[in-house]
């Protein structure tokens, strides 16, 4: 059975049909000579056998070449594909052990393809989903905001409801941002945001974090200690990577409480740019350790009731939309450090 299998590939098959021939023409010749009883029968008989050697070994050689082209043929259509052509396949038109091989991964590359398009039409959908709740959101969202206003001025002299407005303003606050992080994170993963890159002076960006989160650090007597050189530059979309970084800052003053410090810094290495954020708060459970970039996530160890879960899935996003990658490290009651690093690029 499984020789059958070989013999299907025509190709096989012909190269066994020589090799026999070879051996047949060499067995009758022999034969001849020695019943014919020819004078040098011997070196006529050893003529022979070499002479069926070198055209079993032609036949093996043009047979292995001829193979070595098409696994060669084979291997360029898989780097296609792996590339990035979809419509890449290996030519399958023959019979054989290695055609069906060929013909199950053409097979596999279809199902593949499948599944991309189907996940793409999934994310896409999800995306636009999304997109038109928070845009659906955000009407009503004003009109609240501006109830609230109204009743905030009516209230001036009750107390309790004054207090009741402000804490309507902090949870109309917390949903706006939902939906502003939710719209930015659909577009993200949807590769619809096109990221204006310049070369961004990294201790102007950082300052200006420190400055937008001075006010609330001297309200909670927290400290914000920046150190880095004043010459290091990224290649960035400022706007975007401000947010990034937003983002852990303001994740770093949740956790730490009052007298303890955040501290930013930046290195330039040989081959890549470093941020770190580092501060000496409470600390990453280490069950969480692995966690606390998916969206929505939220720790049963957590004291944090107002997160909603996806400032840090957002900054992870930016920070590998500009081909960086952040690490976290923690340790209970001495606190975490957040290490981002930026290739640069270079010119070869």
């Known amino acids: 059975m499984k020789m059958m299998k070989i013999l299907a590939n025509r190709k096989v098959k012909a190269l066994f049909c020589e090799i026999a021939a070879s051996i047949l023409a060499f067995v009758l010749l022999s034969s001849a000579f020695l019943f014919l009883e020819l004078p040098n029968a011997a070196l006529s008989i050893f003529l022979c056998a070499l002479v069926m050697c070198m055209a079993i070994l032609i036949f093996c050689y043009s047979?292995?070449?001829?193979q070595n082209k098409i696994m060669e043929n084979a291997v360029e259509q898989i780097v296609e594909y792996t590339s990035g052509n979809r419509e890449a396949r290996i030519p399958c038109d023959e019979e054989g052990e290695l055609y069906r091989l060929f013909h199950e991964v053409n097979s596999l590359a279809s199902i593949l393809n499948a599944n991309a398009e189907s996940e793409r039409k999934s994310k896409q959908f999800l995306q636009n989903?999304?997109?038109?709740i928070s845009h659906q959101l955000k009407t009503p969202l004003a009109a609240l905001n501006v109830y609230n206003g109204l009743l905030q001025g009516e209230t001036e002299e009750l107390p309790e409801?004054?207090?009741?407005?402000?804490?309507?303003?902090?949870?109309?606050?917390?949903?706006?941002?939902?939906?502003?992080?939710?719209?930015?994170?659909?577009k993200l993963d949807a590769g619809s945001i096109v990221f204006e890159k310049h070369t961004e002076n990294i201790a102007d960006m950082l300052r200006e974090i420190e400055l937008h989160f001075a006010y609330r650090a001297k309200q909670e007597q927290k400290e914000i200690i920046l150190s880095g050189a004043d010459n290091i530059s990224l290649l960035c979309d400022r706007d975007w990577l401000t947010e990034a970084i937003d983002n852990l800052v303001?994740?770093?003053?949740?956790?730490?409480?009052?007298?303890?410090?955040?501290?930013?810094?930046?290195?330039?290495?040989?081959?890549?740019?470093q941020i770190t954020i580092k501060d000496n708060g409470c600390g990453i459970h280490p069950e969480d350790l692995h966690h606390i970039f998916k969206r929505f996530y939220r720790s049963r160890f957590s004291k944090d009731t107002q997160g909603i879960g996806l400032g840090l899935p957002l900054a992870k996003a930016i920070i590998e939309a500009h081909d960086g990658a952040i690490e976290v490290d923690s340790e209970l009651g001495v606190g975490t450090i957040f290490t981002i690093n930026f290739l640069i690029p270079t010119k070869l």
């Open 161 to 186: 409801l004054q207090e009741f407005t402000a804490l309507s303003e902090k949870e109309l606050d917390r949903i706006e941002m939902l939906v502003q992080n939710l719209l930015k994170i659909t």
């Open 129 to 132: 989903t999304i997109s038109d």
């Open 63 to 66: 047979y292995f070449r001829e």
């Open 250 to 273: 303001k994740n770093a003053l949740d956790h730490t409480d009052a007298g303890d410090s955040v501290r930013i810094g930046w290195k330039q290495f040989a081959s890549i740019v």
